[in-house]
């Protein structure tokens, strides 16, 4: 597969409503659940820079975490319309960084912030080189 | 890896207590939950035969669910002890069949019963004949 | 809160993109996750027809699941755009019935077939009737 | 209900398998599954000092994630036998630290360490003192 130029799009929001799943028996979403929607925010980011993570698996290039962080500062609720933005702030060797931030939409209270490294490896795991592509242009 | 000579084993039972983050915020374990206690199920009852699944799916033995049942007649609770009984009711050519019932362990009562039947496949997905070890010994 | 006049939609057709964690090591989706899709499947139907599940339960009106069946015909792969039609096929008394069809975008394949039926429950977990509005119009 | 002491137990060990729907297709133990396993330690380190997390709910104490701290190593498998090491490190008004240590049970490989802070509420959501019986015996 042909991977795109460079990384032109340093930051993406989307838009989502929790799953009755998601939720615990306090009520609110669980915090085990807001990796996941961090990790939502990054494919979400890639595609649109080009490309579907599932392409980079297929081409032998694989991210894996190595560091999460999360501060939870307002429960998330059921089916509630929240926002996510995610940002790309670091690229450099074998290495990228995220920085998140999930906000309530009906009032953009900020519910939530994070941030993650991610190591490129390859399928047998050993750490490579990120593609070139995902550097920023400029 | 060499396999057992054949299954002798046909139910087990395992105890276990629902995790906070399989509730819901209706105060009782989610209905998606309960296929994942019946894998558990599953996983014991071919250990108690000699066998662990991941060294089946090491040597090329994949089992995929194809059906899946389940009766809900009572609502788990976060931490309270269960008790699951998986029965293995038919193994034949590359099916095999098993039931499940759900207790709480207090006083005995029936949660939930359920069914499910597996596909054994080969890494490619095509279907193929189940082990000669799992069939039943008699 | 005041409930919409009757159900005047039967059906409806969700899309969404299976994420990374929902997948296993077998590298499709986990057959635990199909039940989450349907959930999905029967809270879009309901604000089809003018409520959120959540105003239900805030009106002490709550669905519980009593019976699921799935039937996994082809596996469901990560990032694929698929799509559930969730048709709402009896209401009587306590119960609703749903039946639900998982279909692969890009060709239209059948993934997965399911039902379930709900019981309609008051906040202590006691047997009610479904609101008169939930009854199809007609 | 009655609160025990004061909290005599300081740290606590637990062993468990991951379950093969936490893998996802990488072929390891998804990263949003790791807090739900410091979770269960630290439901058992409460255990042993006498009393169930239900419990301190019913009492109308409850304990939310205000922050989390993960550092994936090593990658954990389906299926292979891991020990978690859960130590409360600081009890403070309405605050509860913890570190968290998971190894391979095998071979003793450190897979991931991470710490949390919990913040002390009520049923509403307020922030509230710890109750006395957590503060540690000296």
């Given at each position: 597969m042909e991977f795109p130029e460079k990384a032109k799009v340093q930051s993406c929001v989307i838009k989502f409503r929790p799953r009755y799943n998601e939720t615990d028996?306090?009520?609110?979403?669980?915090?085990?659940?807001?990796p996941i929607y961090f990790e939502m925010g990054r494919t979400e980011l890639l595609r649109e820079n080009g490309i579907a993570y599932k392409d980079l698996e297929a081409a032998g290039v694989f991210f894996v975490v190595a560091?999460?962080?999360?501060?939870?500062?307002q429960p998330?609720?059921?089916?509630?319309?929240?926002?996510?933005?995610?940002?790309?702030?670091?690229v450099k060797a074998s290495k990228v960084e995220h920085r998140y931030t999930l906000k309530r939409c009906s009032d953009g209270l900020i519910l939530s912030e994070g941030s993650s490294v991610l190591?490129?490896?390859?399928?047998?795991?050993?750490?490579?080189?990120?593609?070139?592509?995902?550097?920023?242009?400029i």
């Amino acid at each position: 597969m042909e991977f795109p130029e460079k990384a032109k799009v340093q930051s993406c929001v989307i838009k989502f409503r929790p799953r009755y799943n998601e939720t615990d028996q306090g009520g609110v979403v669980h915090h085990s659940i807001y990796p996941i929607y961090f990790e939502m925010g990054r494919t979400e980011l890639l595609r649109e820079n080009g490309i579907a993570y599932k392409d980079l698996e297929a081409a032998g290039v694989f991210f894996v975490v190595a560091r999460l962080d999360v501060k939870y500062r307002q429960p998330a609720r059921y089916d509630e319309e929240l926002e996510l933005e995610t940002v790309c702030t670091t690229v450099k060797a074998s290495k990228v960084e995220h920085r998140y931030t999930l906000k309530r939409c009906s009032d953009g209270l900020i519910l939530s912030e994070g941030s993650s490294v991610l190591c490129c490896v390859n399928k047998e795991g050993k750490i490579r080189h990120i593609p070139e592509f995902m550097y920023p242009a400029i």
